[in-house]
């Protein structure tokens, strides 16, 4: 996986897709292209280490895995069983699988995430005996299908928690501001990154602590203890 270069997707909340564009071309990502939800690039397993690792306001990075055509059930099970998924999850672990549909024959989303999910684990079943669970809430792997005029999109989500959570959270106030917005409205802001920033609302503190990130020009994800990709099989723990 680590050398093969994949067309992925950074997703953020609506609005953040111009500031998101300019951290991705900041981190040097190629084909940097603005959508609406997030922004594609292209890269290998290192562009996405990065991409996780350093963007502030992106909420996911998602792989693209493959893109197929299927109008019925039986082409949909056949393009996912397709992929080696041994890479990803392993046999007793966990994962979750989400489907958005448009425009297209296949389209109960239910009876979609059911076949998608048949067709990873019947791999394992039919390879080890062993299949992973399903796993609505903690999954190790989050599977994403994208349905648009009965073309399929596979995709996984490399970061596997939402990235706001930094892994610097300790305890929170009533009202805790996400750490991708906080950081959004300061990369919005004129602030310098020298000056003094003040908070009178501080709440437990959000904007100031992604203030103190950025001013020091330290990696968000870097307090983080795990990103999805560090369970998928083969990862380069010394390389990331
Ligand atoms: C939405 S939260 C702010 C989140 C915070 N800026 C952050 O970065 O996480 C609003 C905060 O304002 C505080 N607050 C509201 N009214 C206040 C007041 N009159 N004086 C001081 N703090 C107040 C609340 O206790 C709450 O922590």
């Not at 959004?184 to 709440?203: H, I, K, Y």
Request: proline share 5%.
């Amino acid at each position: 996986m680590s050398s093969k270069r994949h067309i992925c997707f950074a997703t953020c909340a609506p609005g953040l897709e111009p500031l998101l564009h300019a951290e991705m071309r900041g981190l040097k990502l190629a084909k940097v292209e603005r959508q609406v939800g997030g922004c594609y690039f292209e890269g290998a397993m290192p562009e996405i280490w990065r991409a996780n690792l350093g963007l502030r306001t992106a909420v996911r990075v998602l792989v693209r895995l493959s893109r197929f055509e299927a109008v019925d059930g039986d082409a949909l099970y056949e393009g996912v069983a397709a992929q080696d998924w041994s890479s990803f999850v392993a046999p007793d672990g966990s994962l979750r699988v989400a489907a958005k549909i448009k425009q297209s024959k296949l389209d109960h989303s239910q009876f979609v995430e059911q076949r998608v999910k048949d067709a990873i684990v019947d791999q394992f079943q039919a390879r080890t005996g062993t299949r992973p669970s399903v796993d609505k809430d903690e999954p190790d792997l989050r599977v994403g299908i994208h349905l648009f005029q009965d073309r399929v999109t596979l995709q996984i989500d490399s970061s596997g928690h939402s990235l706001h959570r930094r892994g610097w959270r300790r305890a929170q106030g009533r009202a805790p501001l996400a750490e991708t917005l906080a950081a959004a409205m300061l990369l919005a802001s004129d602030w310098d990154g020298r000056s003094p920033v003040l908070d009178p609302f501080c709440g437990s503190g959000t904007i100031l602590v992604e203030a103190a990130l950025l001013a020091t020009g330290t990696a968000p994800g870097l307090l983080r203890p795990r990103f999805g990709f560090e369970s998928w099989d083969g990862h380069d723990a010394a390389g990331f």
